[in-house]
């Protein structure tokens, strides 16, 4: 009796395990939503001004004395500043990148 040997017969695959049946691969340049590199940084410029803005109502209101708790005001300047951090410092790569790209040509 001759028992046929299948390859990976009994195993399954990381796709299988994972739940993928297959891998989408995005053009260069696009994330998966079809969005470019500049899309993405626009609304993350757009998203920090947004926080900054509500971070500025937030300690008008809590000077004028409405209802606003101080850790609402301490929650929002951090959230805030932490965003225009990792904003400023997506910007240093960014420059420190096309710096290198430009003194390899």
């Known amino acids: ?4 040997i299948r390859p990976n017969a009994g195993f399954v695959t990381p796709l299988e395990i994972t739940g993928m049946q ?3 691969v995005s053009p260069p340049g696009t994330d998966e939503n079809g969005a470019s590199f500049g899309d993405v ?12 803005t509500n971070a500025q109502n937030v300690i008008s209101a ?3 004395g409405e209802p606003v708790e101080l850790h609402q005001v301490m929650a929002a300047s ?3 500043s932490i965003s225009l951090e ?7 790569k960014l420059t420190d990148a096309y710096r290198a790209m430009m003194n390899v040509s």
């Open 1 to 4: 009796m001759s028992i046929p």
């Open 62 to 64: 809590y000077l004028r």
């Open 86 to 92: 990792l904003l400023v410092e997506v910007r240093n």
């Open 41 to 52: 940084f626009k609304k993350a410029l757009n998203d920090t001004s947004d926080l900054q």
């Open 78 to 80: 951090e959230e805030a």
């Open 22 to 24: 297959t891998l989408h």
